[in-house]
């Protein structure tokens, strides 16, 4: 393991004091561990590279479907609800 210092003012210094029964370094650790994997997510979500892979595989496999109207099944959806 490495270590890690943190600045915090003195108020939140004597607030985590009052609360001394709360392992303090396990919840930095897992705020960072939470902030880590939002951000790999995000990249993750707009990388056009894979972007670009997903819409060729949903290229390869899409294929048509005759006699099916998107707007005719549309129309009918709506007339049920009525």
Same mark, same amino acid.
């Given at each position: 393991?490495?270590?890690?210092?943190?600045?915090?003012?003195?108020?939140?210094?004597?607030?985590?004091?009052?609360?001394?029964?709360?392992?303090?370094? *396990?919840? !930095? #650790?897992?705020?960072?561990?939470?902030?880590?994997?939002? +951000? $790999?997510? &995000?990249?993750? /979500?707009?990388?056009?590279?894979?972007?670009?892979?997903?819409?060729?595989?949903? *290229?390869? !496999? #899409?294929?048509?479907?005759?006699?099916?109207?998107?707007? +005719? $099944?549309? &129309?009918?959806? /709506?007339?049920?609800?009525?």
């Amino acid at each position: 393991m490495a270590v890690v210092s943190i600045r915090i003012d003195e108020k939140t210094k004597e607030m985590m004091k009052r609360l001394s029964y709360i392992n303090w370094s *396990e919840v !930095i #650790r897992g705020a960072i561990s939470e902030r880590i994997l939002a +951000e $790999e997510t &995000r990249k993750r /979500r707009l990388n056009p590279d894979w972007l670009s892979e997903a819409v060729e595989i949903t *290229e390869k !496999i #899409r294929r048509p479907s005759p006699g099916w109207s998107s707007t +005719e $099944e549309i &129309r009918r959806w /709506r007339e049920q609800r009525k």
